[in-house]
């Protein structure tokens, strides 16, 4: 199953865009890129996903590269409640979840 | 129900013994995942339910762990003799379908310590 790498952390201030990168060079022509939360002390929440084109919805963006090999999520005004870890998923034949990337958001 | 409901929360339970947890899915959601997550790290995947189809159990660590589903509704994950590196929150999620661009309702969680 394909993986994903993704910074161990990132920090932003309250109210700036946040930008959380993946790699996923060795991703497969029909797997999705998902992207989920976990806020401390509860269970990942879905916040997006996408195949190829870009997507966004009320809670984030996410780009996809022209050749797929790499995404960003894109929260585009953090608040202190969007603090959390975020994971990057191939969706294919399982539904694995790597380390992700703890947001720091500051005040 | 409205989301992903997982017994108990909280479970603490000596070592040798055995334990059950429990989820109920969302009503209608065929597709069901367990996950284990040991604290400070991500999740590591233990065993897909899909429908009537026979279970991917590839992620169970051990034989000491096994899982049911009764059709499309409840799970239970069965952990026997129980040590303490079993202790970890274990994960419930689930999906209307199976497919590639679903994605899943998660559970709070049960959080297992073993003593």
């Known amino acids: 199953d394909a993986k994903t790498t993704q910074p161990n952390s990132m920090e932003s201030n309250e109210e700036e865009p946040v930008h959380l990168p993946c790699n996923h060079s060795?991703?497969?022509?029909?797997?999705?890129i998902h992207w989920y939360r976990q806020l401390p002390s509860q269970g990942p929440e879905y916040v997006i996903h996408?195949?190829?084109s870009n997507v966004n919805n009320r809670m984030a963006s996410l780009a996809i590269a022209e050749d797929r090999k790499s995404s960003t999520l894109i929260l585009h005004r953090a608040t202190l409640r969007d603090a959390a870890v975020y994971y990057c998923?191939?969706?294919?034949?399982?539904?694995?979840f790597g380390s992700g990337t703890k947001l720091n958001v500051k005040p | 129900g409205a989301g992903v409901s997982q017994s108990p929360s909280n479970k603490v339970t000596e070592k040798g013994k055995d334990v059950e947890l429990r989820c109920d899915p969302i009503?209608?959601?065929?597709?069901l995942y367990w996950y284990r997550q040991r604290l400070g790290q991500g999740l590591e995947f233990l065993i897909y339910?899909?429908?009537?189809?026979?279970p991917d159990k590839s992620g169970l660590p051990s034989d000491r762990f096994s899982a049911e589903r009764t059709g499309e509704s409840v799970s239970t994950l069965t952990i026997q003799r129980t040590q303490q590196e079993d202790s970890a929150v274990y994960l419930c999620?689930?999906?209307?379908?199976?497919?590639w661009g679903y994605g899943y309702t998660f559970g709070s969680g049960t959080r297992l310590t073993v003593v």
């Open positions: 339910f899909q429908g009537n189809s026979a």
């Open positions: 060795t991703i497969s022509g029909t797997d999705y």
């Open positions: 009503s209608g959601h065929t597709a």
């Open positions: 996408g195949l190829t």
């Open positions: 998923i191939l969706k294919g034949n399982k539904f694995y």
């Open positions: 999620a689930s999906s209307l379908i199976e497919g």
